[in-house]
């Protein structure tokens, strides 16, 4: 069986619309020996029942395509006080209070990329893990389309994670937006439970080799009345730290960035400044850090400094690392892809370079959570090549107010329904982000994930032409949880700040 034999298997045939085929035939087209040039790929796929008009082929369908056809051919047709009850909360805004803010941050942390595995199969009910990447490339898009030219360093699972926090508390447009823009609306809320419950246990899983950790918090106003159930819900979903502290005391923020910098190793810092205001009544924040060596590092001796081209005709030199040996690689329509592991763990690094008439924004555009699960990420292979990869260090900020409100995300940012929080009127107030990232020879330190599975292809008779994979213009890259298939962080580097 060849390799796109692998592919559609892996793609789960029964579920593959005739977007996924489409793609298949745009990459395996100029494969030697197995078609020759299709007049309309689109005029070709829109007639996939009837083989017979397949007439470009120069020789009979390999077993992918006479799968794909037999396919399209089958699928036809009682409120709680975070402070004693008998006390008096001391604030001169306590009478005016019409409409408070909930304000959510997410704690950004160390970024860059791990990975994979398809844990949930797209031929049954939407998953959590489907969910999370349709968000995840939705997200950076926006970002991308917001910040054109600009290094974006996102965690897409830290940010559904303080939105699906507040979620559990929100009722009627507001909850449906929210659940529209995280593409949990079809999921039932005890598969969502469970599955954040898993993931969250399986990060926080003590490893060998690699230091690995993540942690949310919710901070209430002293006084605030919280409902019992919004708190279990996140202390058993996200084993969430709930405190109460005095938000008119400066040192409540201090509070919040103390925890910060402790979950981050000291990475990120601050991320409260500015968020807490005198309606402030809580705070949701999620944080992540990983730190890993490269399972084949990086020989430092072949390190040397080659340009980097950037934007229009500028570059500016960089330190490039250098290596050759068998990868796991993909060739995609219009991009290279390869997979860097980790030691110690199932974590690897997935890179992503658009080809020199193509972007960042034109990938973002057509790769879609939907086609990176069913399309690209089975349609990685062994090949033999050389990957050159910049060393970088980057930080990142963001206020995520505006691109989730484009995203659909409106009543929660105004007249918004939180009763199942409190029964004072909430609304979110500010949602922010911080990144850091840093990678070199050694390895990568970043927020992450856990597992890799991997299938084999068969040996090719006629083994293709080593890669080369330069990454001397802008790139992307993503991260993800191997066990539930979570995208972690993404991100697009334009312009890498030297490490």
Not at 86 to 103: C, D, E, G, Q, Y
Not at 165 to 189: D, F, H, R, S, W
Not at 249 to 259: E, G, H, I, K, L
Not at 353 to 381: C, E, H, N, Y
Request: charged share 20%.
């Amino acid at each position: 069986m060849d390799h796109a034999d692998n592919h559609i298997r892996n793609m789960k045939t029964t579920s593959a619309s005739t977007e996924d085929l489409r793609e298949l035939i745009r990459e395996h087209a100029d494969s030697p020996g197995e078609f020759g040039q299709a007049r309309d790929v689109n005029t070709t796929t829109s007639a996939l029942p009837a083989a017979r008009r397949c007439h470009w082929l120069r020789r009979p369908p390999p077993t992918w395509f006479r799968l794909a056809l037999a396919h399209e051919q089958a699928s036809t047709p009682p409120a709680i006080r975070l402070q004693p009850a008998h006390s008096k909360v001391n604030s001169p805004f306590a009478a005016k209070r019409t409409h408070s803010a909930l304000a959510i941050p997410t704690a950004l942390f160390y970024s860059l990329a791990l990975t994979t595995a398809l844990a949930a199969s797209p031929t049954g009910p939407p998953t959590p893990a489907a969910a999370n990447a349709a968000f995840a490339f939705k997200l950076l898009h926006q970002l991308a389309q917001d910040q054109p030219r600009a290094n974006i360093l996102i965690s897409p699972f830290g940010a559904s994670t303080v939105l699906q926090m507040a979620c559990n508390g929100a009722g009627g447009q507001t909850k449906t937006e929210i659940q529209q823009v995280l593409g949990t609306g079809n999921l039932q809320p005890a598969d969502l439970a469970r599955a954040n419950k898993q993931l969250t246990q399986s990060l926080n899983a003590p490893g060998t080799n690699v230091v690995l950790s993540i942690a949310n918090a919710i901070w209430c106003r002293a006084g605030t009345r919280i409902k019992p159930d919004f708190l279990a819900a996140n202390q058993q979903s996200f084993d969430a730290t709930i405190a109460a502290l005095d938000f008119n005391d400066p040192r409540s923020v201090q509070t919040m960035n103390a925890w910060v910098a402790q979950k981050t190793h000291g990475k990120i810092n601050a991320i409260a400044d500015g968020m807490i205001r005198p309606l402030t009544e809580l705070f949701l924040a999620n944080a992540v850090y990983f730190k890993g060596k490269w399972l084949e590092p990086f020989d430092p001796k072949t390190t040397r400094e080659r340009p980097f081209h950037l934007s229009g005709s500028a570059q500016k030199k960089l330190p490039m690392m250098e290596q050759s040996r068998k990868f796991t690689y993909r060739r995609g329509t219009g991009y290279q892809a390869v997979r860097l592991e980790y030691q110690g763990c199932s974590l690897a690094m997935y890179l992503f370079l658009p080809d020199p008439d193509s972007s960042p924004q034109k990938f973002l555009s057509i790769m879609t959570g939907d086609k990176w699960q069913r399309v690209a990420r089975p349609g990685f292979a062994e090949r033999q090549g050389m990957v050159v990869l910049p060393k970088f260090r980057a930080r990142y900020s963001v206020e995520l107010n505006q691109p989730l409100i484009a995203m659909g995300m409106r009543a929660a940012f105004g007249k918004a329904d939180f009763s199942g929080i409190s029964d004072d009127p909430l609304f979110i107030s500010a949602v922010r982000q911080r990144a850091f990232v840093e990678v070199n020879e050694e390895g990568t330190e970043a927020a992450a994930v856990t597992g890799l599975a991997m299938e084999l292809s068969a040996p090719e008779p006629n083994p293709p032409k080593p890669f080369e994979m330069i990454l001397d213009r802008p790139f992307l890259f993503l991260i993800e949880d191997s066990n539930s298939a979570a995208i972690l962080f993404m991100g697009v580097i334009f312009d890498p700040p030297a490490a």
